[in-house]
């Protein structure tokens, strides 16, 4: 250690180094300026769906002689009238089972866009190959470090300066946010609070706050993330209570999502939000329309997607949200009663400049000669394909060729409108600053 680094500063970087290793559970991840922005185009929700979600299952292909032969006991029922355990019917051929009921009036009102047989190109049945490749977004591709949601990031840097502004619920930030700029790793809202006797509390935040008083690197990121702990500690003085009567499933996904809700509500400068939801490796006991764990799973995604749709009313007007899994099942079920790891799958889009109540796609079909590799749904939309017009027309930005590089042939689907900022709403926060402008204050 070089005799101009005093004991202080080795104890400022000590802390800076170890970061959430060691540091209280409710300190954030370092990131790099107090909030004061909000995002140019929408917030985008990034939900993933670890484990190989069973597509085939999920949107019914009850249209398909082929699904059923395949799934003596796992195809959900053909819908019928007074069944709840048959699919949802959706157009006469594709169905939602029947645990997604709560996706059907948001499907009706056209706010939910299903993408089908869609994927990543690359053939892999590795379910960490699988994740690291969409999240890279580079299919077969492992020299990029970065994620795609990084690299938008990277690009849009703007003048959001807020440390929320790419937030990963969970212990750790996914890969799709690793990159130059900083995200925070929230398990909760909660984790920002010094619990305890309240002098107590003062003492250790004063001390806190008189280790950052200098204009250093160090100084400048123990400050910043003290004001992040401030800024979340003035939204959580009370219960929070979500709006419009939404009502959370009371489970991990659940209650990430209802917390993603309370920070882009907090005017905190959100762009992106990546929440995870696992346990969609359904080799054994998957169930069809009722029992099994892939019943469950579908309950509390489908409860907490449409308890966050409903939480945030106009808000969704600049929010979208986008699901995606590695890979589907294949078509044939096993031995367990349950499925193997496939290729093609489904995508779910929701927002208010979303073109729902479609299915998106060119159905393959199921018949063995339609099949991919040895008896798995084919894909015919890449799930780039997906996510850059997302990007492209509600994140504003247009430099596809940067995020999901060596990817040239994009095809669109026109799932959602273009972003128009000229007929945008400002947040509320904006518009309370622009009132009290125009009248002197």
């Not at 009722?290 to 019943?295: F, N, V």
């Not at 078509?331 to 799958?345: A, P, R, V, W």
């Amino acid at each position: 250690m070089s005799a101009n680094l005093s004991r202080r500063t080795f104890l400022k970087s000590g802390i800076i180094a170890l970061g959430a290793l060691s540091w209280p559970a409710w300190m954030p991840r370092i990131a790099f300026a107090a909030p004061d922005a909000a995002p140019k185009g929408d917030t985008l929700v990034c939900i993933f769906q670890r484990g190989g979600m069973d597509g085939l299952n999920v949107v019914v292909p009850h249209g398909e002689a082929a699904y059923y032969a395949a799934r003596s006991t796992l195809a959900i029922p053909q819908p019928r009238a007074g069944n709840a355990a048959s699919a949802i019917d959706l157009d006469g051929f594709f169905g939602l089972h029947p645990n997604l009921r709560p996706f059907k009036p948001l499907y009706d009102a056209r706010k939910l866009a299903i993408i089908d047989a869609v994927g990543s190109p690359d053939p892999t049945h590795s379910h960490f190959d699988a994740m690291d490749f969409m999240e890279r977004g580079t299919p077969g591709e492992k020299a990029i470090p970065t994620g795609w949601l990084a690299r938008h990031l990277q690009i849009m840097a703007g003048d959001n300066k807020s440390p929320f502004r790419a937030v990963g619920m969970g212990t750790i930030v996914q890969a799709a946010l690793r990159g130059p700029v900083p995200a925070t790793a929230l398990q909760s809202i909660a984790q920002f609070h010094l619990n305890g006797n309240a002098q107590e509390v003062a003492k250790i935040q004063s001390g806190l706050a008189a280790l950052y008083q200098g204009d250093d690197f160090v100084d400048v990121q123990g400050a910043t993330t003290l004001k992040a702990r401030d800024a979340l500690s003035k939204i959580t003085a009370g219960k929070y209570e979500p709006a419009n009567g939404a009502k959370y499933p009371d489970t991990a996904f659940g209650k990430s999502l209802m917390a993603v809700a309370q920070l882009i509500k907090a005017e905190l400068g959100v762009e992106i939000a990546c929440v995870d939801i696992g346990g969609w490796d359904t080799h054994a006991g998957e169930g069809g329309a009722d029992g099994g764990e892939l019943p469950k799973l579908l309950e509390d995604f489908a409860q907490g997607i449409h308890a966050f749709y409903t939480d945030m009313g106009d808000r969704m007007s600049r929010t979208t949200i986008v699901s995606m899994s590695e890979f589907g099942r294949r078509l044939q079920e096993n031995n367990s009663k349950g499925t193997d790891h496939g290729h093609g799958n489904v995508m779910f889009v929701l927002g208010e400049n979303v073109r729902g109540g479609q299915i998106y796609g060119d159905w393959p079909g199921l018949a063995r000669d339609k099949l991919y590799g040895p008896g798995d749904l084919a894909i015919t939309t890449d799930f780039r394909d997906v996510l850059g017009e997302i990007v492209k027309n509600r994140l504003g930005n247009a430099k596809l060729d940067a995020i999901f590089p060596g990817y040239k042939d994009f095809r669109f689907r026109n799932i959602t409108t273009p972003l128009v900022t000229q007929n945008v709403l400002p947040r509320p926060a904006e518009l309370a600053a622009r009132l009290t402008a125009a009248v002197g204050g």
